[in-house]
């Protein structure tokens, strides 16, 4: 009898000790987001001062030498798209990079401050989903086979994509990078309610091609990569986490790779949007912590989907 009085009495005190942990990170959660919201405000209203005071010439000073409003509305554009892209492993450069271009920058203006953002970014958005339990990076030997992986393809992909960047026709590529982004979302929907086998072969050819793709148009790595892992498979919430940190590492090397293939680079774009998609990753780790894997499968398939069709879309109305 006292034997098993005093296992019960273990069993209760663990599960108290379970409740009062699950009560104290709930704790840090809210003051996470009470902080994110505030420093939010706080750097909305900064950059919102010299659109309304045009005699504050604080973001001159710091070398961003970009009109102010164009300043706020990058940023606003950065924390919007990468709030996506942490959520859900896709969307930051491959909706930023057309919204820039549309809004007439070059190419070389863009692509080099989308992978420097995304660096910063990845790397971080990795850590969190790590540590708010999306993830288990280290403990979880498929998750960290698959993170190494991905980015030794990732580093290969990235270096060739930009010693390419200025001098292939982009047509072929985009045609076949689209359709397959469009078949892996078809997979994904059509698949939902299974549970798919793990395969690691299946991230090769994946991983080396949405590389290849970031190093060169600054996007397209995380529809790729975070679909192919679902489909080769990897559970959601890992695939996201995953997907993160390695684009974070390929967006290095693509950084590193155009530093020294181009001497002169105008840097004008990466505070507004390194400091937007760096305000965003809080708050969207938290986002993929409350949602079920079920409805993260189903979003991640339906806009993998969506993506591919936008990606033809744009070689057809050219």
């Known amino acids: 009898m006292r034997q098993g009085s005093s296992e019960g009495q273990a069993i209760i005190s663990r599960r108290i000790q379970d409740v009062v942990l699950d009560l104290a990170r709930a704790a840090m959660r809210r003051r996470r987001v009470r902080l994110w919201a505030v420093t939010l405000a706080l750097v909305v209203v900064a950059l919102a001062l010299p659109v309304a005071q045009p005699d504050w010439h604080w973001l001159a000073d710091m070398g961003i030498n970009l ?25 930051y450069g491959t909706t930023l990079t057309p919204i820039l271009l549309a809004a007439g920058f070059e190419p070389l203006q863009i692509v080099p401050c989308v992978l420097l953002s995304e660096c910063l970014t990845g790397v971080t958005a990795g850590v969190m989903h790590h540590r708010d339990g999306n993830v288990d990076l280290l403990r979880d030997r498929k998750a960290r086979g698959t993170a190494i992986l991905l980015s030794i393809l ?39 309610r299974r549970q798919l086998r793990y395969r690691p072969g299946h991230l090769i050819a994946i991983g080396a091609v949405a590389a290849f793709n970031k190093g060169l148009s600054g996007g397209g790595y995380g529809p790729l990569v975070t679909a192919g892992q679902v489909v080769s498979g990897v559970g959601p919430k890992q695939a996201v986490g995953i997907t993160s940190l390695a684009e974070g590492l390929t967006s290095l090397v693509g950084v590193l790779a155009y530093v020294i293939a181009c001497r002169h680079l105008d840097w004008s774009l990466a505070v507004p949007l390194a400091a937007g998609a760096l305000l965003s ?28 069709l936008l990606t033809l879309s744009r070689l057809l109305l050219r």
């Open 154 to 192: 990732s580093t290969v992909g990235a270096i060739v994509a930009v010693a390419l960047a200025i001098r292939i026709s982009k047509t072929y590529l985009t045609a076949g990078i689209g359709t397959i982004i469009l078949l892996m979302g078809v997979v994904i929907v059509a698949t939902i």
């Open 67 to 91: 009109p102010p409003l164009t300043v706020l509305l990058v940023f606003l554009a950065a924390l919007c798209c990468e709030y996506v892209d942490s959520s859900l492993g896709m969307g």
């Open 281 to 308: 990753v809080p708050i969207a780790t938290l986002t993929v912590r409350r949602l079920p894997e079920g409805v993260i499968r189903g979003v991640v398939g339906v806009l993998t989907i969506a993506l591919g």
